[in-house]
């Protein structure tokens, strides 16, 4: 595999190669010294045309601890800020010979464009509301470490997604992986012809007890042209998964941000059945693993006896 464009890239095999790597690079993060020599002299370039704090933070922490030169743009203090088209900027930075071009953008198949224009390989650290495939795929490993296998298992994905990239991507990953999808929202935030993913609508969240496992989604606002909801507290009273609608054995799951009292009560943020700090610290070994994937290729072993995990001493 060359870039990681879309979760459609990946067959059930491809993720659970990765899934299993990024289990091996959990031991390194058990470590003192959380770092080892597999992408050492290689040059990994994070560029972010959009907010974040999770995605682009474990995307610098996975590459630096496999040993990788990281440099981080953001739009905000670049020249992108001064107008620099974003195939200038790619120009720019392939002076650099990156290994690897990670990107984020508003612009829906932003990353397809840079893997024409870059030799790198590209990471679609999510572009517009189209996709975000390693979100994706920390989701499922943390729902196989919380639960193993998702055959047979029954995912809802709660909220607005209409806007969410994280919704196309995760529907993807979780049907291959053998999941039963259900999507809930308003039919305004519910794009047509969704379906065809192999997933079921629902536009209450009367059949909620159902799930085995809770995905909310945040509402975009960012990305909404014109009102969706009446208003955010009658979107709470329908959809806001609480301690009301959540109940005891449900898992409970959100990419964040979190808008706190919204999509979600800060009784349940808060409770033991919500996987949302799992999420983030999963985010960081299963970035590991794709970039590795990406960069080491795929036939390198996936155990952690591979060279490429040896103890930090051997940097020294
Ligand atoms: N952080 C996720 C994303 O970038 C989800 C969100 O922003 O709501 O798509």
Known sequence: M?????IEDLSREGIERILDRAASFAEVAGREIKKVPALRGRTVVNLFYEASTRTQSSFELAAKRLSADVVSIKSTGS????GESLKDTIQTLSSYDPAAIVIRSPQVGAADLVARWSPAAVINAGDGKHEHPTQALLDVYTLRQAMGDLD???IWIVGDVLHSRV???NILAFRRMGADVTLSGPPTLIPRGIEALGCEVETTLDRLPEAD???AL???RERMTQAFVPTLREYAER???NAARLGPDQLLMHPGPVNRGVELSADVIDSPQALI???VEAGVVVRMAVLYELLAGSAAPVGVTDDALAPAEALR
Request: proline share 0%; net charge positive; charged share 30%.
């Open 2 to 6: 060359k870039h990681l464009l879309s």
């Open 79 to 82: 020249s992108v800020e001064k």
């Open 152 to 154: 047979g298992r029954k």
């Open 167 to 169: 919704a196309r991507s």
């Open 213 to 215: 496992v809770v995905y």
């Open 218 to 220: 945040r509402m975009q």
């Open 239 to 241: 959809y806001q998964v």
């Open 277 to 279: 700090g799992r999420q």
